[in-house]
């Protein structure tokens, strides 16, 4: 079965700092361009950030920019998002995606406080 699982989320201040983890399974994760998501309450998904699948090509939504990097460990089937300077409007759902799979995390609960 294929399994992506999401870790890292929580309750962070504003200017604080975060890193998300997608634990891969059940996929040639190295063949993959991966990407995170979020979903935030009464909006749609949307995309925050891409890899490619050898890690060389990134790509983040312009309000992350500058303060987010995706990152991925092909040895260990990890994908990462680090967040830093986090805002209140950065608060979602985070999504863990194997982008052409079209296979979906769970997610994992990013709140920001003021």
């Known amino acids: 079965q294929v399994q992506l699982v999401e870790s890292g989320g929580g309750l962070v201040q504003a200017g604080g700092s975060l890193r998300l983890s997608c634990a891969a399974s059940g996929i040639v994760f190295s063949i993959n361009a991966m990407g995170w998501y979020r979903q935030a309450p009464g909006k749609e998904r949307v995309l925050v950030a891409r890899i490619s699948r050898g890690g060389s090509v990134t790509y983040y939504g312009d309000s992350v920019k500058g303060r987010f990097t995706i990152s991925r460990d092909n040895a260990n089937n990890t994908l990462y998002l680090q967040m830093n300077n986090l805002k209140p409007e950065d608060t979602a759902m985070y999504y863990c995606?194997?982008?052409?799979?079209?296979?979906w995390g769970q997610g994992t609960q990013v709140t920001v406080s003021s």
């Open positions: 995606a194997a982008l052409m799979l079209n296979y």
